[in-house]
C-alpha cells in the first residue's frame, strides 16, 4: 500500500495533488515549538523539498514545547537536528538544514527558491521581514505567533495583504515565551495549523487560507476567524536591516543599555534611552535605531517619525 494513500482517497488529494505536494518546496524559517508538529506533517505528507532555516541550538527550557527534540539533542543545531527527525519519517522527499538566521540580506534568496514560506521564528524582525520579502515576490507566507494561553495563525501575501496591512503598528507588549510563559499543547494546536494552511495553498483548496486570520484562545478553548481580504497595505513602514549594513554616514541610535549590551552594535553608536530618546534631526543621515529585538526601536521610531525628515530603518541584534 502507497505510504500516501490515506490522504490521496480523499478527493481534495488524489494523485494530482500528491504530485503537487511532491513539486511543492517549502521554506520554514525557525525549528523551535511550532515547527515540532509541522515539520513532521510536511514531512509525512509527502512535500518535496523542505528547507529549515534556524541558527539556534536545542535547548532543555524549550523541550516542553519543542517536542521534535530529546534530551539527548541538547546544545546541537535545532535545524539539523530537525532535518534529521523529517528524513527519518520520510526519506523520499529532500530536506535541507540552514543552521543561520534569516536577515533582509538573505531573505530574497531563500524565498525566492521556495513555493510558500512558513513563519515560525517567534521574532518581530525576522517576521516582518519575511512579510515584506514574501509580498514583493508574491509567495504566500502563513506566519503565526503563541504566547501563554493564545496564539494565531494567518495566511499572508501570495495575492493577499501583507502581515503588515493586519499588524501597521508596534504591537502593545514586548512580551516573549521566555518572559511571559507558553504551554507546549497551545504552540502545537497552532504550528499544526499552521501545516494544514501550508498543505491547503499547495492544494490549492476552496476558501484560500491566504487572507484568514485564526485567533485561538486556549483558556476557553474558543477560537475566532477573520478574512482581511480587503486590508490596505500601510503607506509607509520601517524596514529591518542587518548590522552588518550599518555605515559610518549613518546616525546609529543604541537603545539597549551598557548591562545588556557591553558592546553597542556599531563603534559609531551613540547610546540613549527609549524613554528619554532625543535626536537633531540631520537630513544627510539615515536614522538607525538598535535593540535586541527590534521593538523598542521600532517604538522609538514611530515616536521621531514626526520630526524625522529623512529615512529611519531598524535593527534587531538577536537576529542580526
Same mark, same amino acid.
Given at each position: ?6 490522504? /490521496? ?91 543561520? !538566521? ?90 499544526? /495549523?499552521?501545516?494544514? /494552511? ?89 536614522? !538607525? ?11 522609538? !521610531? ?19
Amino acid at each position: 500500500m502507497s505510504r500516501y494513500s490515506r490522504q /490521496m482517497i480523499l478527493p481534495e488529494v488524489g494523485a494530482e495533488g500528491q504530485a503537487q505536494l511532491s513539486d511543492a518546496r517549502v521554506l520554514v524559517v525557525g525549528a523551535g515549538g511550532l515547527a515540532a508538529p509541522e515539520l513532521p506533517l510536511l514531512a509525512g505528507a509527502g512535500v518535496g523539498q523542505i528547507t529549515i532555516m534556524d541558527r539556534d541550538e536545542v535547548a532543555l527550557s524549550n523541550l516542553h514545547r519543542q517536542t521534535l527534540f530529546s534530551e539527548q539533542d541538547c546544545g546541537r543545531p535545532k535545524a539539523e537536528v530537525a532535518a534529521e527527525r523529517c528524513i527519518a519519517l520520510n526519506g523520499d522527499i529532500s530536506i535541507i538544514a540552514e543552521k543561520q !538566521a534569516l536577515t533582509n540580506e538573505n531573505t530574497a534568496e531563500f524565498v525566492g527558491q521556495a513555493d510558500i514560506v512558513l513563519d515560525c521564528a517567534d521574532s518581530y524582525a525576522a517576521s516582518y521581514t519575511l512579510s515584506d520579502t514574501c509580498h514583493a515576490l508574491s509567495k504566500p507566507l502563513i506566519s503565526a505567533s503563541v504566547l501563554g494561553l493564545s496564539g494565531y495563525v494567518g495566511g499572508f501575501c501570495g495575492g493577499a495583504p501583507s502581515l503588515r496591512a493586519v499588524f501597521p503598528d508596534a504591537p502593545e507588549s514586548g512580551a516573549s515565551c521566555a518572559s511571559a510563559g507558553v504551554l507546549g499543547p497551545v504552540v502545537g494546536m497552532i504550528g499544526a /495549523m499552521q501545516a494544514q /494552511m501550508a498543505l491547503s495553498v499547495i492544494l490549492g483548496l476552496a476558501p484560500s487560507p491566504l487572507g484568514l486570520m485564526v485567533q485561538f484562545d486556549a483558556r476557553t478553548l474558543r477560537s475566532s476567524t477573520f478574512r482581511f481580504d480587503d486590508a490596505p497595505e500601510p503607506a509607509d513602514h520601517f524596514s529591518f536591516i542587518s548590522a552588518s549594513q550599518l555605515t559610518a554616514n549613518d546616525l546609529i541610535i543604541e537603545l539597549r543599555g551598557p548591562d545588556e549590551a557591553p558592546d553597542p552594535i556599531h563603534p559609531n553608536a551613540c547610546r540613549q534611552s527609549p524613554e528619554t530618546i532625543k535626536i537633531e534631526p540631520n537630513t544627510g543621515k539615515r536614522l !538607525a535605531l538598535c535593540c535586541a529585538t527590534g521593538l523598542r526601536a521600532w517604538r522609538a !521610531a514611530e515616536q521621531l517619525k514626526p520630526d524625522w525628515p529623512g529615512e529611519i530603518v531598524l535593527v534587531a541584534a538577536s537576529t542580526s
